[in-house]
């Protein structure tokens, strides 16, 4: 009876109104031979206390213990209480999409607030109300871009965008015409004089991500201008901490941003549900992808939120709408939203300073370590890629050992070139500490 | 008594110089910012976020929670959407240490506990659909749909075939053109019989050897099943099409008939619906898709894949040989599929039979105390949802069903889900869910009873009591205001 109500009286007074006999006879409907004639073969059921053992067994077979240097996409920031406390409000996580303006005004608020903040933090006029995760936003980018350019042949991307967000998006393409092309890197950056050469008049786009996979800063007003000296559009897929030193994407020139979110006040919990991000210039606001709430006011003047410009959205305009997405990533922009509120200029600054000077310190500290080696010199920002000699395997393992986690290994990407095959990423957030990376360092040394 | 100080735009409560979140010192020796990265992509100031105590934002952001419905303190009666009461363990299992800090590319030797756990999700969700082989990939249930025809795409490129056409009723979500689109596919829409269902002749003449595939929600959105459902599943098999079960309706049929069984060959779920990852107001949501053996290979990746090595279970990440490829990066939206694991554990086979028979038998009841007034045009019974229609109230008294949706909100029940599918006229699609008394669901009779003796240009107004009333949509359509700043500059 888990979660259920109605008791055996009630069931038979609900019966004797519908005037059946039993449940089995409204069932009927389904046809006898396609009915299961057997129970589910399933688990048996556990209470709660029998669950909350069970999975804490199988908890404790993860390793989280060691200290996190890991990277590549997803990264241990520091998430104020404040968020878990107010996300953990039934009032927001248990709520429906705020089709009924009257009875969502204060998810639709909340929304409208974190578009704001985004636009602040990016530098744009509009964002979204947010997508599945940075992968499928560089996808959706791709074809808000094809939509505003009437250019459908090909979509630039460089090597040095994540490469499962490479991935995605070739797999979003897969049965179109839409060819995707990739500009290689050279010293960990997009090669510049290729990028040139690949362009043409039938680029969507430009795609590149500021800092890169490997951590480096990329030229980015120099890449927006290739794109838009050939009609494209330049999307940037960037991390949002770094804004708090770096510039933002709309003050160099691009045209769409793109991010994951995850940074922004989102636990790790294996990869997912993270935050698609994505904001642009005001000229594509009907072209673009995902649910945007609008402010107006309602019948008695007074300022009010509603889900603004829907006859984009596939329920009514479905096979020709702007994207097939339905849910959105609402409780993690809710998180955004609180971190970026309780953050303000100043944290996101001081938060973007430690990661800048601690991985710095800490790359300083390893590469004294014999036969250890940054793999690129170019500037980095909070992660960088290490070159170790005679393979990361070792280096890893004697890490894992003394309780530290380093990576992604760049060998586990299929997509990455083989030139840096035997690379490892190491990332360095504002909560490490001094203390955590000298271990490391004598550790490794 | 509403605060209305502290729900003010949150950038109106900014104050120069206030702080929330305080930084530790920094403990390394410090470099100039400019040493460190080209000057060139240095910020010349901080982004104008707003400058807020850590109490302003408490406060703020409580007060917002209180503006809002949620099925914590409301019946959400939402047809389609499936709007069950989402279990409070799940929050803090969800984030037991080692489940919810664990790093997506933490080792797998270091995510065992995990991928056991996922891999056991997988084979639940295989046995529930009666489609053996599971990604729990997409991030959403349009996600799923999307890699499900890039699936059927691919297995036909395997076959040498080149097939271009998708077919769906015409009151399927629209979310299946959609993704269909998306896809590359042609759409071709079917217009249903009188009596709401896919009619297999009419289905005869829309499916050829071009037709990759039938998309088909079932029960349907009109709450009833699809009793051809075997032979509309044979029509597409003759003619080498698949059939794709849109799972948006799981939930009236756990443990009683399987979209495997019936003729379905891939589908997705939508864990937030059916195993009760709560809507978080919009998402996340999670969509895996299971599919018959013979599509296996083409599963988007990562899968969880289990193997005995040294007599103990060893769990991997691995890419089906023939994959897709990826729909979003790393696994999937891990923690609503935790939270449809957890249901899973919970309820066992009898227990998630039990929420289909409640789920049914509370629409039946709701349908048969509101035939009255709110008749419903199609089928004698339903399954766990109904589509009434207020076209009599409209002809007679001026009533439409948006007004009762609206007013419904005076009576502290959220509205129905209205105007879908629009085969019904002045359609009102409600679904209680198991999760609701007799006593919730009297109430709510009783409400809609009074409502409908009301006089039609009250109900106009309505609702009444809410802190906004009928805000102006086209305006915000015409005109979106979508950033305070902007709005503040204009």
């Known amino acids: 009876m888990a979660y259920l109500y109605n008791t055996p009286e009630q069931q038979q007074q609900m019966l004797d109104v519908i005037g059946v006999e039993s449940i089995d006879q409204l069932l009927t409907q389904v046809p006898k031979e396609l009915q299961l004639d057997r129970p589910l073969d399933l688990p048996a059921p556990m209470t709660e206390l029998a669950l909350e053992q069970h999975v804490g067994k199988l908890a404790a077979k993860n390793n989280v213990d060691r200290v996190c240097f890991l990277g590549g996409g997803a990264y241990d920031h520091y998430i104020p209480s404040v968020i878990d406390e107010l996300a953990s409000r039934g009032e927001y996580y248990t709520a429906y999409t705020p089709y009924q303006a009257e009875a969502s005004q204060g998810t639709l608020q909340a929304f409208f607030e974190y578009q704001s903040l985004i636009c602040a933090l990016t530098g744009f006029d509009v964002s979204n109300a947010s997508l599945y995760e940075g992968g499928t936003a560089v996808s959706e980018a791709a074809f808000m871009a094809m939509r505003v350019t009437r250019r459908h042949g090909k979509v630039l991307i460089s090597e040095g965008v994540h490469p499962e967000y490479r991935h995605v998006l070739e797999t979003y393409v897969r049965n179109l015409e839409t060819e995707v092309v990739t500009i290689p890197t050279v010293n960990g950056t997009t090669d510049l004089a290729k990028a040139k050469e690949l362009i043409d008049d039938q680029t969507a786009c430009l795609i590149f991500q500021q800092p890169n996979f490997f951590g480096c800063v990329e030229d980015g007003e120099e890449l927006c201008k290739i794109a838009k000296e050939h009609g494209a559009l330049s999307v940037v897929s960037f991390d949002p901490i770094s804004l708090g030193v770096m510039k933002r994407p709309a003050d160099y020139g691009a045209d769409v941003a793109v991010a994951e979110g995850q940074s922004l006040g989102v636990p790790l919990q294996y990869g997912g549900p993270y935050l698609g991000i994505l904001a642009c210039r005001n000229d594509y606001v009907r072209k673009m992808p995902g649910r945007l709430i609008s402010m107006t006011t309602d019948r008695n003047g007074k300022q009010c939120y509603v889900l603004g410009l829907q006859t984009r959205e596939q329920h009514i305009r479905r096979d020709k709408a702007t994207s097939n997405i339905c849910t959105n990533q609402g409780l993690l922009a809710l998180r955004a939203t609180f971190y970026l509120s309780l953050m303000g200029p100043e944290g996101m600054r001081e938060a973007a300073e430690l990661c800048c000077q601690k991985a710095h310190y800490a790359a300083d500290q390893l590469t004294k370590i014999d036969g250890v080696d940054l793999m690129f010199e170019t500037p980095f920002f909070k992660e960088f890629t290490l070159r170790v000699e005679g393979g990361a395997e070792k280096f890893l393992k004697r890490a894992a050992a003394a309780g530290f986690d380093l990576g992604p290994e760049l060998s586990q990407f299929p997509q990455a070139p083989t030139s840096v095959q035997d690379g490892v990423l190491v990332a360095v957030t504002e909560s490490r500490t001094k203390e955590e990376i000298d271990a490391l360092v004598a550790a490794l040394a | ?490």
Request: net charge negative; hydrophobic share 40%.
């Open chain 2, 1 to 490: 008594m509403r605060n209305t100080i502290s729900t003010r735009p949150l950038f109106e409560l900014s104050f120069p110089g206030r702080r929330a979140a305080m930084l530790p010192d920094c403990d390394v020796p410090e470099q100039e910012l400019s040493s460190l990265l080209p000057e060139k992509s240095l910020a010349e100031k901080t982004a104008p976020l707003p400058e807020l105590a850590e109490g302003d934002v408490v406060r703020h952001f409580m007060n917002l929670s209180t503006m809002n419905m949620c099925v914590d303190t409301h019946f959400y009666p939402l047809g389609s959407c499936t709007m069950k009461y989402n279990p409070k363990r799940h929050e803090r299992l969800s984030r037991t240490h080692g489940l919810g800090d664990l790093h997506p590319y933490a080792r797998p030797e270091d995510s065992q506990g995990m991928l056991h756990l996922l891999y056991e999700l997988q084979e639940m969700l295989g046995e529930i659909a009666g489609l053996p082989a599971v990604s729990l990939q997409p991030a959403a249930g349009a996600q799923g749909e999307l890699a499900a025809l890039h699936l059927a795409s691919a297995y036909f490129k395997s076959k040498g075939e080149n097939r271009t056409k998708v077919v769906f009723p015409s009151s399927a979500h629209g979310t299946n053109p959609a993704s269909a689109a998306l896809a590359g596919f042609d759409c071709v829409q079917l217009e249903p019989s009188e009596n709401g269902l896919v009619d297999p002749d009419d289905l005869l003449k829309h499916v050829d050897e071009q037709t990759a595939v039938f998309m088909i929600t079932n029960p349907n959105t009109l709450g009833l099943f699809e009793k051809d459902i075997a032979k509309i599943s044979s029509i597409l098999h003759d003619v080498g099409g698949l059939v794709y079960i849109d799972g948006a309706n799981m939930n009236a049929i756990l443990g009683i008939t399987r979209p495997g069984d019936f003729g379905g060959d891939m589908m997705h779920y939508n864990v937030h619906k059916t195993f009760t990852g709560p809507h978080g107001a919009g998402g996340p949501g999670a969509g895996p898709i299971a599919v018959r053996d013979f599509l296996a290979d083409f599963l988007p990746g990562p899968v969880v894949t289990k193997s005995e090595e040294d007599g103990a279970d060893i769990y991997r990440l691995t890419t089906p040989s023939r994959s897709i490829g990826r729909m979003r990066s790393f696994f999937g939206n891990v923690g609503i599929l935790l939270r449809g694991y957890f249901y899973l554990r919970t309820l066992g086979a009898q227990g998630l039979r039990d929420v289909s028979e409640h789920a049914v038998l509370n629409a039946n009841y709701l349908k048969a105390r509101l035939s009255d007034v709110l008749p419903v045009p199609r089928g004698e019974f339903c399954m766990h949802e109904f589509v009434a229609s207020a076209r009599q109230l409209k002809d007679a008294h001026g009533i439409t069903a948006m007004d009762i949706a609206k007013r419904l909100l005076d009576f502290g029940f959220h509205a129905p889900t209205v105007y879908f599918p629009l085969v019904v006229a002045e359609a009102m699609m409600i679904e209680p869910t198991e999760t609701e008394s007799k006593e919730t669901l009297d109430a709510f009779v009783e409400a809609i009873q009074t409502i409908v003796k009301e006089d039609a240009s009250f109900l106009h107004e309505a609702p009444h009591s809410t802190i906004i009333r009928r805000p102006d949509e086209v305006s915000a359509a015409r005109n979106p205001l979508l950033n305070w700043q902007a709005c503040v500059k204009d």
